[in-house]
Each structure stands twice: as C-alpha cells, then as structure tokens.
C-alpha cells in the first residue's frame, strides 16, 4: 500500500439539538472536505472529541464517512479504545469498512513507562488485520520515545507511521533520523501546524491538522508549496495558519474554537457534548467574531456586521516562524542535505 502523506482532516462531529450525530450534516462537511483537496480524512481524533462518544458512535462515525469517501480519499480512522482487546476489536471493524490504518494514541489516564507502551503497542501490532499509526500527544497520553518507536518500527510490519503532536521539532528530527534508515516506508506525521512549514522540511510526510477541518484550502496549498520548494510563498501561508491556530487554540477550551469556525464556514455544527458555564457562552461569543474577522481577510467569511477592528501587525512578525525556518535549514545544511 502507499505510504501515508498530505494533511489529513481531524473533523469535528456535526450534533443535532438533541447532541446525537447529526449524518447529512456529517455527510456534507465530508464531501465539503474531499471537495477543497484534503488528501485524507482522520475522524475520532482529540478534534473529533472521541472520549466523548461512545464506542458504538464512534464506529458509527468512521461507518457514515466511509461510505460517504467510497475510497476517494484515504481514512485514517482513530482507534484508540480503553483496553488492548476493544481496541483490537475497532481495528477489525475499521479494516472491515476499507479504511486505509487507523491511528491509536498512546495509553492515556494511566501514565505507563516505555516498556509498557511498548508492550501495548506490540500487542496491537502482532494482531491488527489493518495498518496503525502511533499516535504521539504526551499532554494528555504517556509519551512514546524515540527508542520505542525504533523498535517497533522494527518489529511490526503493521506499524506503518507516527502522528506526533508534541510540536517538538528535535523530537521529530530524532524519531526520523532513528527509523527512516531501517523502514524507508514509514511515515512520520506531525499534528501541530504552527510548526507545519518547519515540520515539512525537516522530512515530515504530512500532518493531522484540525485547521484543515477549517481552511482545508490553505493547508493544502501549504504542503504542495513546500513540495514545489517555494518556501517563501508557504511561509506567508504558515503566518496566517499561526494567527488562525492561536485564536482557536487558545481562546476557548479545545475544540470549541475549532467547532466555532467550522460553523463559520457554513455547517450546522451543534453544541458540543461537553457542558459550558455562563461565561464560556460569553467568551465563545466573542471568539466567533474574531475568527469572522480573521477568516474574512481571506474571503472565507463576511466580516461582521459591526466590522473589524484595524489589522494590528503585533503578533505577525516574520521573526517568530522565520526564526524557525531559518534554524531548520541551517540543521539541514549542516547535515548535508540541503
């Protein structure tokens, strides 16, 4: 099978007013998704808030996008359930419906020791009848090392790839420089896209990036600039990504900013599952016109009625991401391979 590359969608979940999965909703952000040139499709990820469905729902969800796909793009479908067996059990269901691999976070509540996430892993890896991609994310998961991914990378066909969203750039640099030489066939994903540029260059195959849920447009056209070497038109791409990122990101509790601008784009989203106090209305609210404001710049949106406020350049510097870049090239050079 091809390797897995391109950016990968980590959608939301579209609710009806009774918080159940809203299908035609889901069905059509799906085929809006695939319409905007997204290279695959990555549902009950930390986006799609799968701890917040049941397992019943989730397969429901990957089963409506599945059928919605008809293979048109690969499904990286999140498989991660509470226990070795279950999750076993979802990777067989998944490998029913023709998705492509399924991704699996790291064991989560219990922080476990690298021999036992690699032990986890294994176990999964010696009896999954479809491909799994590690899925790295030590904020909420124990934290897959770069020894434990050698490893299994080496003793596991069915270990295919690594979706990383710890947005440690040496972490990722490591992991490569480890595995690359002994599985040319594995993938390595990076889930944090205020890094997404640097990412690429360092020799990511492509990314889980929930602002592509949002502007799948400029994350598209984000990795084909990097694959065309035009770095400094992507670089200009990767700011906008960053001033998006941030405001979803950090202006509400995930994923609501996310869901926000989502609805922005013209979908029925729905109240997400997890409960909001007064004030979170309030602020959510606020975050909508914002991310108005900042989605109109582009013509993804219509300003607000009240319009928007004067662009302030604080925050857009080329320093920050160039900063980054230009760290990345000069380790590339220092390497020889650039």
């Known amino acids: 099978m091809p390797r897995l590359t391109g950016i990968f969608t980590p959608n939301i979940v579209t609710l009806d007013d009774a918080g159940d999965i809203n299908e035609a909703e889901l069905r059509r952000y799906t085929e809006w998704l695939i319409g905007k040139g997204v290279h695959g499709l990555y549902p009950n990820g930390s986006t799609g808030e799968f701890t917040r469905f049941t397992p019943e729902e989730r397969r429901r969800i990957v089963a409506i996008m599945a059928d919605q796909t008809r293979g048109r793009v690969p499904i990286l479908a999140g498989a991660a359930e509470a226990n070795v067996k279950e999750t076993i059990a979802a990777c067989e269901y998944y490998h029913s419906l023709g998705v492509r691999a399924v991704a699996i976070?790291?064991?989560?509540?219990?922080?476990?020791?690298?021999?036992?996430?690699?032990?986890?892993?294994?176990?999964?890896?010696?009896?999954?009848?479809?491909?799994?991609?590690?899925?790295?994310?030590?904020?909420?998961?124990?934290?897959?090392?770069?020894?434990?991914?050698?490893?299994?990378?080496?003793?596991?066909?069915?270990?295919?790839?690594?979706?990383?969203?710890?947005?440690?750039?040496?972490?990722?640099?490591?992991?490569?420089?480890?595995?690359?030489?002994?599985?040319?066939?594995?993938?390595?994903?990076?889930?944090?896209?205020?890094?997404?540029?640097?990412?690429?260059?360092?020799?990511?195959?492509?990314?889980?990036?929930?602002?592509?849920?949002?502007?799948?447009?400029?994350?598209?056209?984000?990795?084909?600039?990097?694959?065309?070497?035009?770095?400094?038109?992507?670089?200009?791409?990767?700011?906008?990504?960053?001033?998006?990122?941030?405001?979803?990101?950090?202006?509400?509790?995930?994923?609501?900013?996310?869901?926000?601008?989502?609805?922005?784009?013209?979908?029925?989203?729905?109240?997400?599952?997890?409960?909001?106090?007064?004030?979170?209305?309030?602020?959510?609210?606020?975050?909508?016109?914002?991310?108005?404001c900042i989605l109109s710049e582009s013509g993804f949106a219509d300003e607000p009625l009240g319009g928007c406020p004067p662009q302030s350049s604080a925050g857009t510097t080329p320093a920050e991401v160039g900063k980054i870049v230009e760290g990345v090239i000069a380790e590339l050079k220092r390497r020889g391979i650039a």
């Not at 770069?146 to 295919?160: F, G, Q, Y």
């Open 105 to 292: 976070v790291s064991p989560y509540y219990y922080k476990l020791s690298p021999a036992s996430v690699y032990a986890y892993f294994h176990e999964i890896g010696r009896n999954t009848p479809i491909d799994v991609t590690l899925y790295n994310i030590p904020m909420f998961a124990s934290p897959i090392d770069v020894p434990t991914v050698r490893r299994l990378a080496e003793e596991c066909p069915k270990i295919v790839a690594i979706k990383d969203s710890s947005g440690d750039l040496p972490h990722m640099m490591r992991m490569i420089a480890a595995v690359r030489p002994i599985r040319p066939d594995f993938s390595f994903l990076t889930g944090w896209e205020a890094a997404l540029l640097p990412m690429l260059l360092i020799g990511c195959d492509g990314g889980t990036n929930a602002t592509s849920g949002v502007v799948p447009e400029v994350t598209r056209k984000l990795y084909d600039l990097v694959m065309a070497g035009k770095i400094d038109e992507a670089r200009e791409l990767q700011y906008k990504l960053l001033t998006l990122f941030d405001a979803m990101l950090y202006s509400a509790d995930f994923p609501e900013g996310f869901r926000a601008a989502v609805g922005l784009r013209g979908f029925r989203t729905g109240v997400g599952r997890q409960p909001l106090a007064p004030q979170q209305h309030e602020q959510l609210a606020a975050l909508r016109n914002t991310l108005q």
